[in-house]
């Protein structure tokens, strides 16, 4: 069940753009997104934390997993593009992990609901101990009741699927036997088999089939954060009310994001946001620089993500090629004539030349090119040793 790898995407409310606003906006006076450090917990591959690194030269970070296999993906990302002394991923058990040092900003996400109760309580103990006074934590989970039709599914599906295979076989009897039902129950799980179906594994296998996956009522998600002397500041969605468990049991929602803040920290007027600056270019522009965390994915895979801190899929193979290439170094012939060469773009020189404008354009579109001056930006701080 365990061995489908959690591949790694951008979650922009992670983003410390998003935390500094949403922290600021509730009167916290969060760090500047672009002069700060940031801890990862539970962080997967780390691409996420290695993205905010590599998108802007005044964060740095600090990354952690339990799976070695999962760091090594982000340290080589760390080691490709250069960012060895901003961005520093390890293998750590949350149940013991060394001193982080203190951060601006502390993520959490998709840890809490799906681990034992000590390692839930050592992620807070550990979020409480990382936080710098203004610091803003962010933290995951699945959210009762809304969550309790998804569990009742994937309860069955644990019961009754030895393995992946079966699950999926299961899945798709499911569809079948509830058609042509239009009662309450009937609509509530199909819209669950429909979710799960449409998924990818890794997620089906850790966000709903995982050994430990369970879910809270938000008050006592806030009552062991209170334990550990952090307070909810607010949802981390922008779009969400306060959070608040008649709301929750009124709308359904199965999933929450809480910013969490030190007991101690100060809490005044909103404050208006940092402005963050776009750094990417609208244009290609005639030797287009492509985000270089972008360029090393597209060369491994169709997964991106773009300077909007979003992951974005490229699918065609000749589209990644040229995103790979453009190190600003070739214009539009030169990429052409290289593209061409790459047997895996698939594609002549000639239908590479007449596609190019509209491949970059799309590239523009989609944020994975860079601007191509560098106006002054803070200087970063360094990860703790
Ligand atoms: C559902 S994945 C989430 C990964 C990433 N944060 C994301 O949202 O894409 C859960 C992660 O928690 C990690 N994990 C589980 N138990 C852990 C522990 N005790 N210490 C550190 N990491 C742990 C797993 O290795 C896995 O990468």
């Given at each position: 069940?365990?061995?489908?790898?959690?591949?790694?995407?951008?979650?922009?409310?992670?983003?410390?753009?998003?935390?500094?606003?949403?922290?600021?906006?509730?009167?916290?006076?969060?760090?500047?997104?672009?002069?700060?450090?940031?801890?990862?917990?539970?962080c997967g591959d780390g691409l996420n934390a290695v993205a905010m690194a590599a998108a802007d030269p005044g964060v740095s970070v600090t990354a952690v997993?339990?799976?070695?296999?999962?760091?090594?993906?982000?340290?080589?990302?760390?080691?490709?593009?250069?960012?060895?002394?901003?961005?520093?991923?390890?293998?750590?058990?949350?149940?013991?992990?060394?001193?982080?040092?203190?951060?601006?900003?502390?993520?959490?996400?998709g840890l809490y609901a799906w681990v034992p109760e000590p390692i839930r309580a050592a992620a807070l103990a550990t979020i409480a101990g990382s936080l710098?006074?203004?610091?803003?934590?962010?933290?995951?989970?699945?959210?009762?009741?809304?969550?309790?039709?998804?569990?009742?599914?994937?309860?069955?599906?644990?019961?009754?699927?030895?393995?992946?295979?079966?699950?999926?076989?299961?899945?798709?009897?499911?569809?079948?036997?509830?058609?042509?039902?239009?009662?309450?129950?009937?609509?509530?799980?199909?819209?669950?088999?429909?979710?799960?179906?449409?998924?990818?594994?890794?997620?089906?296998?850790?966000?709903?089939?995982?050994?430990?996956?369970?879910?809270?009522?938000?008050?006592?998600?806030?009552?062991?954060?209170?334990?550990?002397?952090?307070?909810?500041?607010?949802?981390?969605?922008?779009?969400?009310?306060?959070?608040?468990?008649?709301?929750?049991?009124?709308?359904?929602?199965?999933?929450?994001?809480?910013?969490?803040?030190?007991?101690?920290?100060?809490?005044?007027?909103?404050?208006?946001?940092?402005?963050?600056?776009?750094?990417?270019?609208?244009?290609?522009?005639?030797?287009?620089?492509?985000?270089?965390?972008?360029?090393?994915?597209?060369?491994?895979?169709?997964?991106?993500?773009?300077?909007?801190?979003?992951?974005?899929?490229?699918p065609d193979a000749a589209g990644r090629v040229i995103l790979a290439l453009c190190d600003g170094s070739r214009d539009r012939a030169a990429l052409a004539?290289?593209?061409?060469?790459?047997?895996?773009?698939?594609?002549?020189?000639?239908?590479?030349?007449?596609?190019?404008?509209?491949?970059?354009?799309?590239?523009?579109?989609?944020?994975?090119?860079?601007?191509?001056?560098?106006?002054?930006?803070?200087?970063?701080?360094?990860?703790?040793?």
């Open positions: 069940v365990s061995t489908i790898p959690y591949a790694g995407r951008a979650f922009p409310r992670t983003h410390p753009v998003h935390l500094s606003a949403m922290a600021r906006r509730h009167g916290v006076p969060a760090a500047d997104p672009a002069a700060c450090r940031v801890i990862e917990l539970a997993d339990i799976d070695p296999d999962a760091i090594a993906v982000g340290q080589e990302a760390v080691a490709a593009l250069g960012l060895g002394d901003r961005a520093d991923l390890r293998v750590a058990d949350i149940g013991d992990v060394p001193d982080l040092g203190a951060a601006d900003f502390v993520v959490c996400h710098a006074p203004a610091g803003v934590a962010f933290l995951s989970f699945n959210l009762r009741p809304g969550w309790l039709v998804r569990q009742g599914l994937a309860e069955g599906l644990r019961r009754h699927a030895s393995d992946f295979g079966a699950v999926r076989d299961l899945l798709a009897q499911l569809g079948p036997a509830l058609a042509g039902r239009d009662d309450v129950y009937a609509r509530l799980l199909g819209e669950q088999v429909a979710r799960l179906s449409g998924w990818e594994d890794h997620l089906v296998m850790h966000d709903d089939l995982g050994p430990h996956t369970t879910s809270f009522w938000n008050g006592d998600v806030a009552a062991a954060a209170a334990a550990n002397g952090l307070r909810v500041l607010c949802d981390g969605d922008p779009e969400a009310p306060q959070p608040d468990e008649l709301t929750d049991l009124v709308s359904g929602r199965a999933y929450r994001e809480l910013l969490l803040v030190g007991e101690d920290a100060a809490i005044g007027e909103p404050l208006p946001a940092i402005p963050g600056r776009a750094r990417y270019a609208s244009e290609p522009g005639e030797r287009p620089v492509g985000y270089a965390l972008a360029r090393w994915q597209a060369a491994r895979g169709p997964r991106v993500t773009t300077l909007r801190h979003t992951s974005v899929t490229i004539a290289d593209a061409a060469r790459a047997p895996e773009a698939g594609v002549t020189r000639a239908e590479l030349e007449a596609a190019m404008d509209d491949a970059l354009d799309r590239l523009a579109a989609s944020a994975l090119l860079q601007e191509v001056s560098s106006p002054r930006r803070a200087a970063p701080r360094s990860p703790a040793a």
